[in-house]
């Protein structure tokens, strides 16, 4: 059971525009909602971060916006660089460390 | 602090065979936790290790286990390998097994002919 469904898939982006990548979620249990990206030969690496009492959560260029009612969030890419390109990963996790990931967004930035 | 460290990065068996991995979480880190990682399935969660104690574990068979040593460091282990056993297998620390921010290492990445 996919309890985490990321889309798109992969997107193009021309350099200074904004990425939006979306995740909807189906367990009410999930209490922690972290991004995560991921570079080809890397391990995923801690992007950004937020609780279901929080509705957005901007760090740097990054920000999350979070939809409780929706069960639904999303990560928001502004000023992209072409040192954005990677793959990234929505996830949520309940009491203990299980991450339940997304299925993953290739985010290509053209420059 | 250095970070998550995983042995070996690359390692090809045959099916049938059985392989170790290893993991050395951040120092400090007393939970740790394994995920696969494939094209097909992407990340999923095998199990978590918590002073030396299993606290979770993913839908995996039995043949994936693992173990936690008093030092942190963690061991998983495959059985009888399969070709879909083919994948990337990443180790994560946490500081304990509340707090959520975890950190993942490089990953072995196993091919199995």
């Known amino acids: 059971q996919q309890q985490v469904k990321q889309s798109p898939q992969s997107l193009i982006v021309q350099k200074g525009g904004i990425s939006i990548i979306n995740c909807a979620y189906e367990?009410?249990?999930?209490?922690?909602f972290p991004w995560y990206q991921q570079f080809p030969g890397k391990g995923p690496a801690l992007l950004i971060a937020?609780?279901?009492?929080?509705s957005e959560k901007k760090e740097g260029r990054f920000t999350i916006s979070f939809n409780k009612s929706a069960k639904q969030f999303s990560l928001h890419i502004m000023d992209s660089q072409p040192g954005d390109s990677a793959t990234y990963f929505c996830?949520?996790?309940?009491?203990?460390?299980?991450?339940?990931f997304g299925g993953g967004t290739r985010v290509l930035v053209k420059p | 602090k250095a970070g998550v460290t995983q042995t070996p990065r690359y390692l090809i068996k045959t099916r049938g065979q059985q392989v170790t991995l290893s993991c050395s979480p951040i120092s400090g880190h007393r939970s740790v936790s394994w995920y696969q990682q494939t094209p097909g399935q992407g990340l999923q969660f095998l199990f978590e290790y918590f002073s030396e104690t299993q606290r979770n574990k993913g839908n995996f068979p039995g043949r994936f286990s693992g173990r936690q040593f008093s030092n942190s460091r963690s061991e998983m282990n495959v059985s009888t390998l399969e070709l879909g056993d083919s994948a990337l297998y990443l180790c994560?620390?946490?500081?304990?097994?509340?707090?959520?921010?975890?950190?993942f290492g490089p990953g072995t990445r196993l091919l199995v002919l």
């Open positions: 937020i609780r279901p009492d929080v």
């Open positions: 996830a949520a996790k309940a009491a203990g460390n299980k991450l339940t």
């Open positions: 994560a620390s946490s500081l304990d097994s509340v707090q959520e921010t975890q950190y």
């Open positions: 367990n009410t249990a999930f209490d922690y």
